[in-house]
Nanobody, 118 residues
């Protein structure tokens, strides 16, 4: 399974970006999809998740500004980010995961840098 993240860049505060995560199959039909981020000197944190059933959850600090969704084929995961703030600056990673016999299975994409300037 390969996940390819794209869409990062530099934007001014208040701007928008959409991140994409293309999978090598309909992986998001059988796995939870998630976006994580890691800022310099900080631990990686989960920003948004979407379950197989489509239930979404968000980090408190991004609620109302970010939206996670999948395409109909469930092979691409998106993160729409609006009203961006400098504190959203981080490397963003896409993730697919599920619980299986023996433990949690996870797949990670490479990071994409998001920089928000004030």
């Amino acid at each position: 399974v390969q996940l390819q993240a794209s869409g990062g860049g530099e934007v001014q505060a208040g701007g928008s970006l959409r991140l994409s995560c293309a999978a090598s199959g309909s992986i998001f039909s059988t796995n939870t999809g998630a976006w994580y981020r890691q800022a310099p000197g900080r631990q990686r944190e989960a920003v948004a998740t979407i379950t197989r059933a489509g239930t979404t959850n968000y980090l408190d600090s991004v609620k109302g500004r970010f939206a996670i969704y999948r395409d109909r084929a469930k092979s691409t995961l998106y993160l729409q980010m609006n009203s961006l703030k400098p504190e959203d600056t981080a490397v963003y990673y896409c993730n697919a995961n599920r619980v299986a016999v023996g433990g949690r299975i996870e797949y990670w994409g490479q990071g994409t840098q998001v920089t928000v300037s004030s």
